[in-house]
């Protein structure tokens, strides 16, 4: 009798335990780590997720942003969080595909240490020139700027960021003078490209799509391998004759490595579902000039193996050196 009440009573303490092992995921608040200062495309488009997977799950998820260190910082804090799915990192491809090409040492391995979970957007971006500058193909610039050596700079935003590849890509194949200028994101370097202060640099089509239909500034190429239908007029890089020259451009969502499966599967799943919803597409994804994916975590890590090869051909082309 009292072996069986022993028995009872340990069943009944161990109770809230196999009740806590059984609770769907996710029970508590789920982080999305964003290692860019607040206000940037990666940070929108985190914030516009976090609200939408709150209301799925039903749980709060915030946004927290950890800039620093060529995005680092934050790439760290997810590497070497619980392997629990409360922790993800929203980043771009700088960050996966371009750092390992960049840095010597990194604290830790953005391959090894993150699970894709899934391909958020395509981002296709588009070269502009200021008005003054005497060009209108992107050949005439490459021609102008090695006719007129440290004339003209560009606007980068980090040290193999997407101006930083393609204008270095397009002065070690064509020998032209440009300077580098960098700024601590896309946002400023686009507003001193307006003012003059820069001469150059890359935007998406919802950043200079506006800029270019007004005049304050010429459009010379589209990274993409096809012309955009808002832009019909654009060359391609390909067309532009610079198809080496191409970076790739996405927003990706990653857990720790480690993660288990099924809870990968579930996030990626509200991912996808949130990007093809009508209206969470029409305001973050079609106004933002970005191209919806919500891959698989399989299609993902795929996708980073082809962008990886093709991030180390263009940072070797464009000669730039690991710090």
Do not use: C
Request: aromatic fraction near 8%; avoid cysteine.
């Amino acid at each position: 009798m009292l072996s069986r009440l022993f028995l009872i009573a340990a069943l009944l303490v161990s109770a809230p335990q196999f009740a806590a092992a059984a609770s769907p995921y996710p029970d508590h608040t789920v982080r999305i780590i964003v290692p860019y200062a607040p206000g940037g495309g990666v940070d929108g488009l985190a914030r516009a997720l976090a609200d939408n997977f709150s209301r799925a799950w039903n749980q709060s998820v915030i946004v927290e942003n950890k800039s620093g260190a060529s995005t680092m910082l934050g790439g760290e804090a997810v590497a070497r969080a619980p392997k629990d799915g409360y922790t993800l990192l929203l980043t771009s491809d700088t960050s996966i595909t371009s750092n390992p090409f960049l840095f010597k040492r990194q604290p830790y391995d953005p391959v090894k240490d993150l699970a894709p979970v899934t391909q958020l957007i395509d981002l296709h971006q588009i070269v502009v020139v200021h008005p003054s500058v005497p060009v209108s193909t992107l050949k005439e610039l490459a021609d102008y700027a090695k006719a007129n050596p440290n004339k003209l700079s560009y606007g980068s935003y980090g040290k193999g960021s997407q101006p930083d590849l393609l204008f270095e890509t397009v002065k070690a194949q064509t020998g032209a003078s440009i300077l580098p200028v960098p700024f601590r994101g896309i946002a400023p370097a686009i507003l001193a490209t307006l003012n003059g202060e820069v001469q150059m640099t890359l935007g998406s089509p919802a950043v200079v799509g506006q800029h270019i239909k007004a005049g304050k500034m010429k459009a010379l190429a589209v990274g993409k391998g096809e012309r955009l239908k808002d832009f019909p007029d654009i060359p391609t890089l390909k067309e532009a004759g610079f198809a080496n020259a191409e970076p790739l451009s996405w927003f990706g969502l990653f857990a720790p490595a480690g993660t288990p499966p099924d809870i990968v599967a579930k996030i990626q799943q509200t991912a996808a579902a949130a990007l093809s919803e009508p209206a969470f597409k029409a305001r973050f994804i079609d106004a933002a000039g970005f191209e919806a994916v919500g891959s698989t975590p399989q299609a993902f890590s795929d996708f980073i193996a082809k962008d990886l090869e093709q991030k180390r051909k263009l940072i070797e082309t464009a000669k730039i050196t690991p710090e």
